[in-house]
């Protein structure tokens, strides 16, 4: 029998409590006596956690639940542990993290939505308030070692430079005590954006090397895991694995989207009746399980244009591959547990998907996704996405794949990703793999759980309370239901009976097996499409006694149930922070409309030698407005090249440097069109204010403009950008002084080749009209910015 737990843990950091006793005068005195310093620890019995979170994975994608990708590591947890065929998330990707990892709903703690797309209102800030701690930070206090490898994603974009704020990083207010991964929504796979804690690092190698993020990740995990245990081998840890995978772009080696070649060329009508056929069989859904039918705006396989259908089937080969891919890359973390002999004591969450697929792709895919992100998904025509066929995957692609997959993805189910109304948008194929702490091996779980039980589950394992008090804040109580109550016990009454659901105004209730549902908008349109108002959404009805996959509609048939669970959604959107509802989408990434802080204000905005991997929220925007650039720069003798400032990278972007001695300007329209303009001659050497001023068009979003470059206040060129990029550059790509990170906006220079090659003494951004002279005085320059800030 274990000695009781002698601390009283439910204050964090647990108060030391010196022990009183004789206090000798001489060291030596044989009445001397100090008890032992003891390392902290968590109570006696508590398990190695290890969460896995993929990203954008649908609930009838994988192998496990019946799916057309190949996924061995979760048949092999499977089969030792327990499948949650009624395991919902939030329908997005920061909210359903932010939930996870504080055991609240996702408007308790700010995050309405994504953080790009915050706002004041507090259930849509961003900002998880300082009485919801996180669930790695009452481990960590409790004596855990805690890791995080991948995705965070809830960062408020203000404080997501490498200035920080830190609060909410992992590392830093999150719990964490070793973070690697990337801030935001996603990142490229082969040229990622990483950070070490909160230290900006580059890819210990590049894509010709064979590196791959996702295999990065897993190499720290592992190596992670075999040194902890080496060195604290009685203290338990937890590991939050959050790969950016199977989140767009979908990056992966040839070699695995090669494993499908053929498999989907009857499209995803076909595809989804072979997944509901093997979902059947295989018992993952009840007997009684309809097929939920395709929606008009969801177009049929055979309505697809025959040219555009062999592109179409290899985007998904490109995507089941990358699951794949991904898969194994987990398989890695479980053989690394089983190779330190400590397998069967750690409590494995594996959650297939953060939400369900992705349908923002388009009906058609995208080559980049960034263009439907824009509002220019026109300018990938059928033609240009057949000449691209063979680089989906690849480092020169930012692929996506089209609705229909998604659909087809989150069998059997209606809608996808973003409609948190009905179960496509939010039930993920969940896997909790722990031999020691549960019975039933290979069981399934059918009872209604939800990502915000997770934090509490795991607190009950490790026998730890939850915390009244943390850094001397009186925390709110968790709002998730521990899961443990299931793992010994198939047939348990569900406990988790009330639980609302809410996403740019699709919104759903679901209590005691009912559940009210109504879809407000539609993910994929992004521009010129009005939904209706909110009075005016129809609501459906569904029993889930009988009707697993909400196929059955019995709005008609029961309005008296309707308007009790619509009732009931009110009441919780009003307790959690729902209301006021916000269906705007493209209207929020502007911060003065979102109504969202930013860390740079005013119109001018002064850079020095050596900045880089600034978010783009971090630096002001110029898009859709007149902007200049001015640096003082010192070009060595016999001519200069490389970069001065560049944003954003391949797929979207600009640059200002110099090529050839020359100096030039480059906009980067999506990986689509590029538009360079360069000076009439090379620049001499020493000493000269460089300048590039572009004159917007006006009238509209996305239009072109004049370019023209100055040296010294005299002109030195000039031309034309037909068009711009109106919304966003990009999820990850960044701004650099003096070099480029990542990938690049122009074809005229690569990585190493960017760096440049003289010295650059400031660069300063000015957005709106220029007012003031084509050369900026060097003495006067600060003051210039300042007054404008």
């Given amino acids: 029998m274990s000695a009781p737990d002698r601390h009283a843990r439910a204050m964090l950091p647990i108060p030391d409590r010196p022990a009183p006793g004789l206090t000798t005068y001489d060291a030596k005195d044989p009445d001397t006596s100090f008890a032992p310093i003891e390392p902290l620890l968590p109570p006696a019995g508590a398990p190695n956690v290890v969460v896995v979170l993929l990203d954008d994975v649908g609930f009838g994608a994988s192998s496990t639940f019946g799916g057309p990708c190949r996924t061995p590591t979760a048949d092999r947890l499977a089969a030792r542990g327990l499948r949650y065929r009624r395991f919902h998330s939030t329908a997005l990707c920061a909210p359903t993290r932010q939930a996870l990892l504080t055991g609240r709903n996702h408007h308790s703690v700010g995050m309405g939505s994504i953080t790009e797309t915050a706002t004041s209102a507090p259930g849509n800030s961003s900002v998880r308030p300082n009485t919801k701690a996180p669930l790695a930070l009452t481990l960590k206090l409790n004596g855990y070692s805690t890791a995080q490898f991948g995705k965070c994603h809830e960062v408020p974009v203000c404080q997501s430079s490498p200035m920080g704020p830190f609060d909410a990083w992992p590392s830093g207010g999150g719990g964490f005590e070793t973070f690697y991964g990337f801030i935001g929504g996603e990142n490229n796979q082969w040229e990622p954006a990483l950070y070490d804690g909160t230290t900006p690092v580059e890819p210990p190698a590049t894509p010709e090397e064979g590196y791959h993020l996702t295999e990065d990740l897993a ?164 033609e240009f996405l057949l000449g691209k066929m063979d680089e989906f995957g690849s480092p020169e692609s930012y692929n996506h794949y089209a609705v229909g997959w998604a659909w087809a993805m989150n069998t059997p189910f209606q809608w996808t990703k973003q409609v948190a109304s009905h179960w496509g948008g939010t039930r993920n194929g969940t896997i909790v793999h722990w031999p020691r702490g549960t019975s039933d091996p290979g069981g399934l779980r059918s009872q209604f759980t939800h990502v915000i039980d997770v934090a509490p589950t795991i607190l009950e394992a490790a026998g730890i309370p939850e915390p009244t008090m943390v850094n001397g804040v009186q925390q709110s109580p968790m709002e998730g239901t521990s899961m443990l109550y299931t793992f010994g016990e198939p047939d348990a009454p569900e406990r988790h009976e009330l639980q609302y659901f809410e996403m740019f105004g699709n919104r759903g209730i679901y209590h005691k097996g009912w559940s009210a549902v109504t879809k407000h908008r539609t993910p994929w349109l992004m521009t010129g499409h009005e939904p209706p ?138 990986g689509i069109q590029i538009f360079t303009v360069r000076g009439d001659e090379p620049v001499a050497g020493g000493v000269h204010q460089v300048r590039a001023e572009f004159a917007y068009d006006g009238g509209g979003l996305a239009k072109g403009g004049d370019v023209t470059l100055w040296v010294d206040g005299a002109a030195a060129g000039s031309g034309r950008v037909a068009m711009t990029q109106p919304m966003v550059f990009s999820a990850d790509e960044t701004t650099d002084i003096g070099r480029e990170e990542g990938t690049p906006v122009s074809p005229d220079y690569t990585g190493p080749t960017s760096r440049f090659t003289g010295r650059i003494h400031w660069v300063q951004l000015d957005v709106g009209e220029d007012d003031h002279d084509h050369y900026l005085d060097p003495e006067e320059r600060l003051r210039v910015a300042i007054a404008r800030q």
């Avoid at 199977?246 to 494993?259: F, I, L």
């Avoid at 039918?293 to 089937?313: C, G, N, Q, S, T």
Wanted: contains cysteine.
């Fill in 533 to 670: 108002p909110f009075d005016e959404d129809v609501w459906e009805l569904y029993d889930g006694h009988s009707d697993y996959s909400q196929a059955r509609d019995l709005a008609a048939d029961k309005p008296e149930v309707l308007a009790r669970l619509q009732r009931l959604w009110l009441i919780e959107a009003t307790k959690y922070g729902v209301l006021p509802l916000d269906d705007r989408t493209a209207e929020r990434i502007d911060p003065a409309m979102a109504g969202r802080p930013t860390l740079i204000q005013g119109t001018s905005q002064l850079f020095f030698p050596g900045m880089g991997r600034l978010s783009e929220n971090s630096v002001l925007s110029i898009k859709n407005r007149s902007f200049t650039v001015t640096a003082e720069v010192d070009v060595p003798v016999g001519g200069g090249r490389g970069v001065v400032i560049a944003q954003g990278g391949r797929f979207g972007g600009w640059a200002v440097y110099l090529h050839e001695g020359r100096l030039t300007f480059c906009y980067n329209v999506l």
């Fill in 219 to 382: 190499d720290r995990a592992t190596s992670w895991m075999r040194q902890q245990k080496a060195l604290m081998p009685q203290r338990p840890f937890f590991v939050y694995f959050a790969p950016g995978a199977t989140h767009a772009p979908h990056h992966v080696p040839r070699e695995w989207a090669e494993r499908y070649r053929g498999e989907f060329d009857d499209g995803w009508d076909a595809a989804r009746e072979r997944t509901f056929a093997r979902q059947k069989e295989a018992g993952i859904i009840p007997p009684e399980a309809g097929l939920t039918a395709r929606h008009d705006e969801i177009p049929a396989w055979d309505d697809m244009p025959d040219e555009l259908k062999p592109v179409l089937a290899r985007q998904m080969e490109v995507y089941a591959g990358f699951l794949e891919h991904t898969d194994h890359q987990v398989g890695r973390l479980v053989d690394t547990l089983e190779d330190m002999g400590i397998l069967d004591d750690t409590l494995i969450y594996y959650m297939i998907g953060d939400n369900g697929a992705s349908s923002e792709g388009t009906t058609q895919g995208a080559f980049n996704e960034m263009a439907n992100f824009n509002g220019m998904a026109g300018l990938e025509t059928p």
